[in-house]
Every structure is written in C-alpha cells, then in structure tokens.
C-alpha cells in the first residue's frame, strides 16, 4: 500500500481528502492549530518549520505529498505558502516523493485572457495571489509535480467557510453584499477530492486547471448556495459590483486539458445540484 502524506489536513479539502484515501493509502496528515478529525494519523506541523517539514517527510517516507495547507489571512500568509512551499518542495525531492500542489484562480487578474489556459501568466492584484504565484514558481523546480489551480469549493453535504459565514451574517441582520463582476468556476469538494487521488497515481506532471465546468459570478455562486442551505434570510444582503481592484475579475479557467487527462468529471455547480436534490 503506497503511502500518502496530507498536509493541512484540517482544511475543508484536506479532511474530505483524508477520508476518502484511508482505505487505498498509508495516510499521514498534518494539523496546525485544531484536528477536527482527531485520528491517530494526524501530525503536528508549521509548515514554517523547515526542520520540522523535513523530519516528518524524512520519518514518514511517503510516496505520494498532496500539499493544500496554507493561509489566505494575517500576517503569516505569505510565510505559511512560500516557505511552506519551499520547504515541501526540498523534502518531497529528498522523499523522492510525487508531489501535488493546491493553487488557485486568484493568480490571475481575470482584467483580460480569461478564459485562462495552462500556459497562461500569472498577473494577481493581491498579496494571497502573489503568494501562491510565488509558491508555483517554487513548486515547478521539482521534476515530479502536479500543481493543481482550482477555485471556490463547495459541498452539498458540509458548508463551504464562505456560505457559513453568509449564513451567520444573514441571520444576524448583518449587511452582506454579493459581486456581480467577479467570476470564478465553483468546484464540488468530491471532485476535486477524486481529482487529486487519481492524479497521484497518474503520469501527468505540470500546472492542471482542475474546477467545475460552469462559470459564475459570485453573487450567483452565493446565492445559489444560501438556496441549497435554506438560508432565506436577505434583507441585509445586496448584490453589485466589486471595486478598488484588489480582488480578480473574471478568472473562468480553460479546462480543456483537465478534461482530457482525468477520467474524474467536471460537473458545473447547477448540475452537482440538481443530481443531489431529492426527487419531488
């Protein structure tokens, strides 16, 4: 049984990863500052920790890194995704280790280009999409990679961090406003939980732009969402345009090349819903 090391496994990603790879793996997953999944398998790890990275990988010996921990507030944001890059990155080569990196849609403007291809230039307007450029840019110096850009995730069965805290702002009549000019592709948590798991058994190496197939704003992702929930308070809530420039516009990304590698689908967040609602 090959051996699967999961960082930031209490991430909304990283636990659906851990769950789903328990049975086909020897799975280690590391934890900063809570382990909601409290298995016997989670490790303590700051990322920022070079020895400490080193010493984990170097004892767990694994054969497969999926790295989605990072941060996307505070102060230490850009230290936990560069050094934190950097520091899986020297330990998955020492390990001989496959690596799979998280990226996102943010390292891009989406101020023109979308939809964005492979090949396509990072240009982020923030220090989160600075970060993870820098962090690809770290990650494509090992041979055996697979940096993953995907976008907002979602699932039918756990709330996403974003529809959560609507939820609570809705309810506590606190204003939420909903941008109709930035566009993303939402993608199913399990989606991208297959996505990863087949690509750590697959010959692809390289930037893959891994999200659902249907491009929305984000005002129509939210409500979208908060309608899923039975979130029907809205009194507070309004919809218009992002400005100041410090968030992406359009980021819809090509998923051509995704397509044709993975055998694992691309459902748009429209038909995820309509396959899960229950029949009348």
Known sequence: MNRLLITGGSSYLGQELTRQSLTAYDVAYTFFSQDPLGLPNGRYLDMRDAAAVA????????????????????????????????????????ASARLIHLS???????????PYDETAVPDPVNAYGRAKAAAE?????????????????YSLQRMDHGTAWMAEALRAGQPVTLFNNQIRNPVWLPTLT??????????????????????????????KMLDWWGIHQRETLTIGPSTGGQWPLDCTLDLSRATAVLSTP???????CRRAAPLA
């Open 104 to 114: 996102t849609d943010v390292v891009f403007s989406g101020q023109g280009g979308a």
């Open 137 to 153: 840019t770290i990650v494509q110096n090992y041979p055996n990679h697979v940096i993953i850009r995907t976008s907002l995730i």
């Open 266 to 272: 691309l459902p748009g967040v429209d038909e995820v």
């Open 55 to 94: 010493h984990l990988v170097a004892e767990f010996a694994p054969d497969v890194i999926i790295h989605t921990a990072g941060s996307n507030r505070g102060a230490d944001m850009t230290a936990v995704i560069e050094q934190g890059a950097a520091h899986i990155t020297r330990a998955a080569a020492a």
């Open 194 to 223: 297959a996505a990863c798991l087949e690509l750590a058994d697959h010959a692809y190496t390289g930037i893959l732009h891994v999200a659902g197939r249907q491009a929305l704003t984000r005002a129509e992702f939210s409500l």
